[in-house]
């Protein structure tokens, strides 16, 4: 299939900030919705979240949701795959980016939080450097929008103990871990709660053999006045090989187990105590 036309008019709208052009340009012009409007061949989705709030993404669903034809992409051998948001929302740009990766990169919290309600299955999506969207988000987010998503869906995000699934471990690319991106982003408290989540992190090393741990210490910034000493410290203390000892019941896990209607009560501390699922989230 050759390459899809650009639709400019858009992204301009959307660049001087005129969501609401760009939104009547799709209501006028509802089959213009799945072509890219960049380079990059961002779709309309992907711009929608640079707005950093929830409503123009949330129009555009509406928009999709009215629509009877989709542009052919793939073959569409899911059923549940042809319905018109969903399809959409899978749509990547030329970097491999589902509209959740972007969300996460530019820290629009409410849009993550839509996204994961209506389609789960993009927390597993990946791009071309092999990052699911909880992966870039250690790198670029905020720790709440890195808590949010793996409490709210954690059958997607850990195992029945507690450990983050092999698929948001490393990215593909260089072996990178998401611990040791959280600390390249210098997101520290992202960095501590992925080691109360998972403290086995701190021993992953990428292609050129640096763990976390190494890569914290190459890094004189993270130890300038801007951040507190506190972090840096605990992390630190983290990732040095002596043992914990975890007793306190996992939240989350206790949640998962019991509507996946298991009897096994997993032990577990750390930060995954403090993760209680709201209600209304992560429940179909």
């Known amino acids: 299939m050759g390459s899809l036309p650009i639709i400019g008019i858009p992204?301009?709208?959307a660049m001087s900030g005129n969501w609401k052009s760009m939104?009547?340009?799709?209501r006028e012009r509802v089959l213009d919705v799945p072509f890219p409007?960049?380079?990059?061949e961002d779709t309309a989705l992907h711009l929608a979240v640079y707005s950093k709030?929830?409503?123009p993404l949330k129009d555009l669903l509406e928009i999709v949701n009215d629509m009877e034809f989709l542009v052919p992409t793939e073959s569409l051998q899911n059923p549940?795959?042809?319905l018109p948001e969903i399809e959409f929302l899978k749509r990547k740009n030329k970097f491999g980016n589902t509209v959740l990766h972007e969300a996460t990169i530019y820290g629009n919290y409410e849009a993550v939080v839509l996204l994961v309600e209506r389609c789960e299955d993009l927390l597993k999506e990946t791009n071309n450097y092999g990052e699911t969207?909880?992966?870039t988000a250690a790198g670029f987010a905020e720790a709440e929008i890195v808590e949010f998503l793996i409490r709210s869906k954690p059958e997607q995000c850990v195992d029945v103990n507690g450990h983050l699934l092999s698929i948001h471990i490393k990215r593909t690319k260089d072996d990178l871990s998401i611990l040791s991106n959280a600390i390249r982003g210098q997101h520290f408290e992202t960095a501590l709660l992925l080691l109360e989540l998972d403290a086995s992190l701190h021993k992953l090393k990428d292609n050129d053999g640096v763990t976390a741990l190494q890569l914290l210490a190459q890094m004189p910034t993270a130890f300038e006045s801007g951040f507190p000493m506190g972090i840096c410290a605990r992390l630190i203390h983290c990732c040095l090989p002596v043992k914990r000892h975890h007793?306190?019941?996992s939240q989350v896990l206790e949640t998962w187990l019991k509507e996946s209607k298991m009897l096994e009560r997993n032990q577990r501390g750390g930060?995954?105590?403090?993760l209680k699922v709201p209600k209304g989230i992560g429940h179909n």
Not at 23 to 26: M, N, T
Not at 271 to 274: E, S, W
């Open 133 to 135: 969207p909880l992966f």
């Open 37 to 40: 409007v960049t380079l990059s």
């Open 247 to 249: 007793k306190v019941k």
């Open 271 to 274: 930060i995954l105590k403090y």
């Open 80 to 82: 549940l795959s042809s």
């Open 53 to 55: 709030q929830e409503q």
């Open 11 to 13: 992204y301009r709208a």
């Open 23 to 26: 939104l009547h340009h799709y």
